[in-house]
């Protein structure tokens, strides 16, 4: 069972990575952008073959490693 | 218009970092997990408000500064 987990910074947190993106776009002559923000793509390859048990795993994964919950959130997805 | 790119590692291409995930969920405890990668997701918010040239325009800035293509592959998710 494959698990995507997407991390982003919370609402109002400042994000300088995703500013520093939107520079070098706007130096790449791309206009019209106006907010970019830089988040975390996580793919697992899980052995549990259960969608239920699969989601809550990886959300007790989310909170004890991969997301650092102070200022991120994080969406979970389940597939196959 | 919000854009969303997940950019991931090519199959076959290392991935040290997730590598280096799955090690630490599996010192924390977490069995089953066979497989970890790891990627970006960039969250943009354009002017534009033509899907379709909002897609052409991501698509652009995927091949000129977002993704490294030859080694990982970008998924383009338009909203809204």
Do not use: W
Not at 16 to 32: C, D, R, S, Y
């Amino acid at each position: 069972m494959k698990a995507r987990v997407y991390i982003s910074l919370k609402n109002g947190v400042l994000d300088p990575q995703g500013k520093a993106i939107g520079h070098a776009l706007e130096n790449l002559g791309f206009t019209g952008v106006n907010n970019v923000r830089q988040g975390k793509l996580i793919e697992l390859d899980l052995a549990s073959s259960d969608p239920e048990e699969a989601r809550r795993q990886v959300g007790e994964m989310c909170e004890k490693l991969l997301a650092n919950t102070v200022i991120e959130k994080y969406t979970i997805e389940i597939a196959e």
